[in-house]
């Protein structure tokens, strides 16, 4: 791709995935309990669902040439990597989004910022920084009117965050490098085309500890489509929960490869009118000896990294937590707590049959850890909520799992793993 340097080619490397809520997380507070963190897991996860509702909403109200637009924000994702900028290298921290294209971070000189504990990166320091100019191709993969060229032809993207949020800043090519850079292992990425954000306008809580975003959506502005062709045009991450005391693993390239018995695979679909996401086609779901089907074909389930919780619509959740209540027989509570549907009491203990998610071409067994979280006093609360917007598949159904996405080959695997030791 013309965005790297093609004397630098990292076939393949690693980076650790940190839960925000772990103990090794810059985020931990040892003060909150667990059903606390939990529920303001599901929380994020909702406000996930939520604005990629709002997307979906904006998109068919305006022409399909408009309609990119990145959801995420700084400190509503799950897990965080460190990366660094400029040289010399600045270490960030960011959120990994497989549902958002544009890398960024805060810049200086800056109108308005949202507090981080971490100087603003200050691109006049940087001796590999370059402005991308207005008639470059870089800047001509954002939507027209969601560009604008400065005074001296710099290119400035504007991105919306919801109704009330935005970012405005400069388009920026710098290195970006992962790993130590202390003498230790490391990548270099030359040339990688970021943002540099000047005006931040959040409406909602951001932690001082995050600083940007790293995107690896689907959209040609992304990082792994800035170096599909160096890594095979591949990538994969294996996902562990915050109660563990290990790092997950996001990995490009040839170590992404999953092989084994029970690897399975099944296609990789885009859209146009949401470009920077993955969409898998979820044909049922299995709840022991009994499936429900969608009757769908068309890519009707977002597969994210960024929510803990799945987000079923909401005609195919009524009759999916039928089916469960039929297989369990156990009674639920009557006051789930909020933002939980179905809980249950005493559930650590009690026998649950494997749930099935029936992807085109591919059964992925998801089991009792995956489905269902544990709050307190022996409450265990599932993990799938409805929405009256498009299902997503959330990063707690894929805990355990290597999932690989080889964007060449047009598909998504599934390799179950022991993601804490892997």
Known sequence: MFFVDASNKPNS????????DSSMSPLYDSSKTLAELVRNAATRSISRSNRLDFSIDRNESSSPSSSIETIIV????????????????????????????????QCSP???????????????????????????????????NQRECGNSRECYYIQQYGENSITIGKLGSDSIIFGSTGGGQSVTLTESIFGCGMYNNFTF?????????????????????????????KFSYC??????????????GNQTMVSGNGVVST?????????????LNLEGISIGQKTIQTSQTDGNMVIDSVPILTHLEQRFYNDFISSVKEAINVESVEDAPSPFDFCLRDGTNMSVPDF????????????????????????????????????IFGNWAQVDFQVEYDLGGKKVSFAPTDCSSN
């Not at 100087?119 to 939507?143: A, G, H």
């Not at 859209?271 to 920077?276: E, I, N």
């Open 267 to 279: 296609p990789l679909i885009t859209k146009p009118s949401l470009p920077s996401y993955y969409f």
């Open 74 to 105: 700084p400190d509503h994702g799950e897990y965080l990597m460190k990366f660094s900028i400029g040289t010399p290298a600045i270490e960030r921290l960011g959120i990994f989004d497989t549902g958002s294209d544009l890398t960024w971070v």
């Open 356 to 391: 099935v998610f029936h992807f085109t071409g591919a059964d992925v067994v998801l089991n009792k850890k995956n489905m269902f979280i544990p709050l307190d006093n022996n409450l265990v609360c599932m993990t799938v909520l409805p929405t009256t917007g498009i299902s």
């Open 239 to 252: 996902m562990v929960p915050f109660t563990s005391t290990s790092t997950g693993k996001l990995k490009f």
């Open 110 to 144: 800056c109108k308005s910022c949202f507090p981080q504990d971490a100087p603003l990166f200050d691109p006049t320091q940087s001796s590999t920084y370059m402005d991308v100019p207005c008639e470059s191709q870089p800047c001509k993969l954002i939507p027209e």
């Open 205 to 233: 809580e951001i932690s001082s500890k995050a600083s940007g975003i790293v995107g690896l959506g689907a959209g040609p502005l992304s990082l792994v489509s800035q170096i599909g062709d160096q890594i095979a045009n």
């Open 13 to 20: 490397f690693s980076i650790n995935l940190i839960h925000r």
